[in-house]
């Protein structure tokens, strides 16, 4: 990555800022520094702010939610666990970028996994609304210095197929995730895991980053995350995702302002806009 240089066709981006209660909350102070090409600061590849994003999602993927967990019969459940059980699992924390429309969102995305390439951990999966958009992937990962040919759509394999990919970024969409399997042929889900909640949690060592610029407007918009410790846990606020569901909806805006201001608190959640 950091022997490939290219042109950015965008002009440098303007500082991000938050404005109301959110701006009256303080992250954490972090400790964690990304690996990553100088030239992304020096030819101004990322502003500062796009760097914080990678500094704090290293932050969060740095440390575990309280507690471990049993997968459930169904993929997208888990329970709590004793701590002396050994079939339990650990979750890896989370982070959530909830940036608004212009302020680079894909290229802090390509930030964060490069700084994990840089570290050797080499396989990432992008997953995206629909196949339109791996372009949009392509070209803010061409923007930091890497090769196109680094995202690979996970259409490239016929279904059943082994997906060979030991160094690169896999790209898919919920919809292909969805796809049953057929002929005796697995389904995308059992090749690379589950969707949404059941991804997760096959997945529990992955360092999960979410990205939405609506992620605290309504609870649903929140519902998958379910990295961020919110409901579960021995030390979570709600005892299940379906309370936390519950108590958002009796809340209205007021609770879920509440929520994404205590996510920042914990150094879990930032949303800016241009």
């Excluded at 009256?24 to 030239?39: E, G, H, I, N, Q």
């Excluded at 995730?177 to 002929?183: T, V």
């Excluded at 961020?228 to 846990?233: A, D, S």
Aim: proline letters at 7%; aromatic letters at 6%.
């Amino acid at each position: 990555l950091a022997r490939i240089v290219l042109p950015d066709p965008r002009p440098h981006p303007s500082p991000l800022v938050e404005s109301g209660p959110m701006a009256s909350v303080a992250p954490p102070a972090p400790t964690y520094r990304p690996v990553l090409p100088p030239a992304l600061r020096g030819e101004g590849r990322i502003s500062d702010a796009q760097a914080e994003t990678a500094i704090y999602a290293g932050e969060a993927h740095g440390g575990y939610l309280p507690g471990r967990f049993r997968l459930g019969e169904a993929r997208h459940e888990v329970t709590l666990a004793r701590d002396d059980d050994d079939k339990a699992v650990q979750f890896r924390r989370g982070f959530f970028l909830g940036d608004g429309t212009g302020c680079g969102k894909g290229r802090q995305i390509a930030a964060i996994i490069a700084d994990n390439i840089s570290q050797g951990r080499t396989r990432a999966l992008w997953l995206s609304r629909n196949d339109a958009l791996l372009e949009d992937a392509r070209r803010d990962w061409a923007a930091l210095g890497g090769g196109a040919h680094d995202i690979v759509p996970l259409s490239s394999w016929k279904q059943g197929d082994a997906i060979r990919l030991d160094r690169g970024i896999l790209f898919t969409t919920y919809a292909t995730l969805r796809q049953a399997a057929r002929g005796g042929r697995q389904s995308r889900l059992d090749q690379i895991g589950m969707a949404g909640l059941a991804l997760q949690n096959r997945l529990p060592d992955a360092r999960v980053l979410y990205v939405s610029a609506t992620g605290a407007t309504t609870a649903e918009n929140l519902a998958y995350a379910a990295r961020l410790g919110l409901w579960g846990g021995p030390e979570a606020p709600f005892m299940s995702r379906p309370d936390f569901l519950e108590a958002m909806d009796r809340g209205g805006v007021a609770a879920m302002e509440l929520v994404a201001r205590e996510l920042k608190a914990l150094g879990l959640y930032v949303a800016r806009a241009l």
